[in-house]
């Protein structure tokens, strides 16, 4: 098929206009109606049918909101997290902050070992000349400063990456409230 | 029932409980794979995760305390008790309420075992349960979440095996099998720790074991618990151009062991503390004793490490108001566990002091008086010197001497992961070898501190089907009944006692006593007590030898034992005469008998008496 610029109208006239309403009106009406659809079937949200014509609504997912909790509890019990996070430092001594980040850190680090297996993405050490094949994984790389040119790419290692070999998280009573972060406490 | 897959192994221990096992299907010629139990446990409210310990305590909450929707588990959506990690966390803020140690207070003679004493601290409208109860909770959840792993394998087919203390005296191991068989555990057999430590150190091995030791030696087990102290002595032997095994003495119960050690640095910091003018509230020792035990161990496998910051937090939201700061250092680490606990001392000076049986009164656990393991391992090796010279196959290190002389030495329990004092004890006891002109004794390494003992109670129950080595085991002590003499009464001096042998030393599982020349005549229908001792040192008394006098220490008075004779097969007051006698069974379970000597009829003596004052004393 033969494919003319030149046919493309320069200047919009009344039909030409009615009809980018019409598909604009169309494919927002198109995309309400998937969305109260998926809503509709909260489960299979990607059986949404794919509306012809345009690009597909990036498919975005929320983070598990009960998993989050669930180890912001434990941060908060094996390491004072949030008291941590939540107390005015302004107040206290350098010496003081550092006693309480040993608490911290101690405690992280004891639910680190016991929950996460944790692994650095690049074995070398950081500072180290490091070179990256064309069509190296972008997602556990990311390249900064002079980004220009084509793969193969040379640079230096700043830092060498964390990757979450497995993550083993509680099971919790189908009645637990993971809202709870710390039981208020009371001494009788 | 259907075929066993697995041996199983459970160390229920006096603060950690593992579960352990290995294929039965698995050749003598494979590689033995133990696998360890992940076990599931409440950590928090209504929040469950596997580990591999199952801490040893139970939480009697208040009814008002926790909501009942937060207590469950895999397997069961209402457990009645709260059992493991969160117990143990809710326990150290409310100890009033938390069942521990039961294992300690299971070998307690001088409290009814089978009495609700516990917690034995427990205000009036705590809830108690007995020794026995909190036991069979621990072992009740263990085999659910073993039929929770393996639904194709139920606990109840497999060959289960359970680990008790060397010096655990027979009472205790029946309530053990008690406990067990009322957590639907049938007919476990029993294996002493210390062994089972071995055992381990055999499988890790894989095989070299045999280049490592040589027929004459002898290999002392020192299993330090968090609660528990025990030593064991295995010599190896040769039979037939293969190297035997036999396990050839055991130490006394000593309730001493790595949490004497957290308290003690914990109160030396106090110390410390309340010299700068604190003032420290419960709570924080206890926070202060928790990080105590995370700093020994940083600065114990580390030499080089000056000091360790230890920080108590307040306990309200702001962390740095009111925190406690401090440090422990590498000198005091040294000074009150290396020297407070291993000492190096002359062999000869310590002194072995007698404990009288207490009374029947007693709140608390018979407690080691002495922390130092170095005294009590001197005390051992010492009397079991005389107690083995008398042994029929006198083996090289028990000649000469003045104290037994092991070539080698099995360390066990979680605190010797430090090198600092694996090489102590080490040392103090290569200087006693020195000075009798002995060859040092070196270190066996290999096994699991934490969980040895139960890898290698799986392991035994794989190699008791035939396919590796075993420990030649009789019965590590001898028994006794008090007898009283035939002697003129005289006033205001009760009869002195005799004391007669009824099962001896070395008694070989699947072996039946003599029956001893000494009848008794028992009331039918009403409960008789015997007075009942046991000797871990006297190796040459044969069933009927009547001790009218022997050396302080060599016996030990247990906890009564009762016979009740039914009267169906008598008239109700009647006596019958009866002999005791003693066997051993084929899983190593000492039981005691009363033969009536007209008839053959036999009867079930219970080694742990119900509470009934009123029972009378047996008399010949």
New interface residues.
Partial sequence: MQFDPNLIPTTLDLVHLTLAVVVAFLTLLAIVLGLLWAKASKKTPSNVEPVPNIMPAPVLRAAPEEGAL?FL?LLQ?EA?FI??V??DLSH?AD???G??A???H?GCQKLFRQHLELKSIRSEAEGSAIALPRGFDASSIRLSGHVVGEAPFKGVLVHPGWRAESI?L????????VR?LA?A?VEL | MTEPRFAVGIDLGTTNSVVSSVRLDTAPTEKVFVELLPIPQLTGPGTVESRHQLPSFQYQAHQEEIDEAEVVLPWNSKPLVIIGEWARMLGSKTPIRLVGSAKSWLSHQAVNRRSAILPPQAPEDVPRISPLDASTAYLRHLHDAWNHAHPEAPLIDQKVVLTVPASFDPAARDLTVEAAEAAGLPRPVLLEEPQAAFYSWLEASDGRWRESIRPGEVILVVDVGGGTTDFSLIAVGEAAGLLTLERVAIGDHILLGGDNMDLALAYGLRTKLEAEGRRLESWQVLALTYACREAKEALLLDAALNEVAIVVPSRGTSLMGGLLRTRLTQEEVTGALVEGFFPSLDLHQVEWVHHARTGLTTLGLPYAQDPRITAHLALFLRRQLEALKGAQEVLEPFKGGHFVQPTAVLLNGGIFRSERLRQKLLVVLNEWLLKDAAAPARLLEGVDLDLAVARGAAYYGWVRQGPGVRIRSGTAAAYYVGVESSMPAVPGFPAPLEALCIAPFGMEEGTEAALPPVEFGVVVGEPVRFRFFTSKVRRDDEVGTRLDWWPLGDLEALADIEVVLPVEAFRPGDIVPVHLVARVTEVGRLELEAVATTGGHRWKVAFEVRGDPGAQTARP
């Fill in positions: 669930v509890s019990q004072r008291d941590f939540e107390e206290h010496a003081d902050i006693a309480a040993r608490v911290v101690a083993r509680p099971t919790i009573g189908e009645r637990h409230d709870i039981p406490e």
